[in-house]
């Protein structure tokens, strides 16, 4: 082909891809639009919603007791024993009373 023929192929594929990166951009540029639109609908929008959600999922400690085995010596006897160290329900004022004079309480 001569020169102007080349240049003007030259020009119109330079302006195709100008065409196709706007288009690409346009694109990416919409995509980050809409996931910066969700960050900030569930931000402000639902920030009660989750937060309700976050305090209700809070870590609760339960405490139990590990049981307990027997110990024995090389003999075979035992060397210790579990014993529930539980206290005594309010309402049992016979054990409470008994503790008292144990302890030396008034």
Same mark, same amino acid.
């Given at each position: 082909? +001569?020169? #102007?023929? /080349?240049? *003007? @192929?030259? #020009? /119109?594929?330079?302006?195709?891809?100008?065409?196709?990166? $706007?288009?690409?951009?346009?694109?990416?540029?919409? $995509?980050?639009?809409?996931?910066?639109?969700?960050?900030?609908?569930? &931000?402000?929008?639902?920030?009660? /919603? !989750?937060?309700? #959600?976050? *305090?209700? +999922?809070? %870590?609760? $400690?339960?405490?139990?007791?590990?049981?307990?085995?027997?110990? !024995? @010596?090389? /003999?075979? =006897? %035992?060397?210790?024993?579990? =014993?529930?160290?539980?206290?005594?329900?309010?309402? @049992? @004022?016979? %054990?409470?009373? =008994?503790? =008292? &004079?144990? $302890?030396?309480?008034?």
């Amino acid at each position: 082909m +001569n020169g #102007r023929g /080349e240049l *003007k @192929d030259e #020009r /119109e594929r330079r302006a195709r891809f100008g065409r196709r990166a $706007l288009a690409g951009f346009a694109i990416m540029l919409a $995509l980050v639009m809409v996931v910066a639109g969700r960050f900030v609908y569930l &931000q402000v929008y639902e920030h009660a /919603e !989750y937060s309700t #959600r976050a *305090k209700a +999922n809070r %870590v609760r $400690l339960t405490h139990l007791a590990p049981p307990r085995g027997l110990i !024995y @010596d090389r /003999e075979g =006897k %035992v060397v210790a024993a579990f =014993k529930s160290a539980a206290p005594p329900a309010s309402g @049992d @004022d016979e %054990v409470l009373a =008994k503790l =008292k &004079q144990l $302890l030396g309480g008034t």
